[in-house]
């Protein structure tokens, strides 16, 4: 096996400092959190950010929430129609369909009221996991990466 830094092997060098990697693994630990505090709901924590991103945004058209969330339109296509069966997102009837404005129900609007305690407990666990240290350095990443354009907030 060829070595590289100090003749570390590749994939001890790349599992110890990738970022990719290390944000990856982050993010399934921390999105199992999330999805087993909110399963009593029927929700995941996928489908919750896409419900809250929609609830800030007012109306949003699939392209906007594929740019704001950086989802890939298959993965939103299937969640918006997984969403508006269950009666949490409406679609509005007119135009062309693949860019028709989503806009949160009243029972999507209700869903996010009563998910509030399990994303709470879901959020109190993920900083206690984390530390409160990491938490808001993670916080102020995502906030630079919003300010430099890197995402759509």
């Known amino acids: 096996m060829a070595g590289t830094k100090d003749n570390m092997p590749a994939a001890e060098l790349i599992a110890g400092e990738c970022l990719g990697v290390r944000v990856r693994t982050l993010n399934r630990v921390v999105t199992a959190l999330y999805d087993e505090a909110l ?88 900083v206690a996991m984390l530390g409160g240290e990491a938490t808001a350095a993670l916080g102020q990443a995502v906030d630079r990466l919003w300010s430099e354009g890197a995402t759509e907030p």
């Open 39 to 126: 399963r009593p709901h029927g929700l995941r924590v996928g489908q919750l950010n896409l419900l809250v991103a929609v609830a800030r945004m007012g109306t949003a058209r699939p392209g906007d929430l594929c740019r704001f969330l950086r989802m890939d339109k298959s993965t939103l296509s299937r969640d918006v129609e997984l969403m508006r069966r269950n009666g949490w997102l409406e679609v509005d009837g007119s135009g062309d369909k693949r860019a028709r404005p989503l806009r949160i129900s009243a029972e999507g609007r209700a869903l996010l009221e009563a998910v509030v305690p399990a994303w709470r407990q879901a959020q109190e666990r993920a």
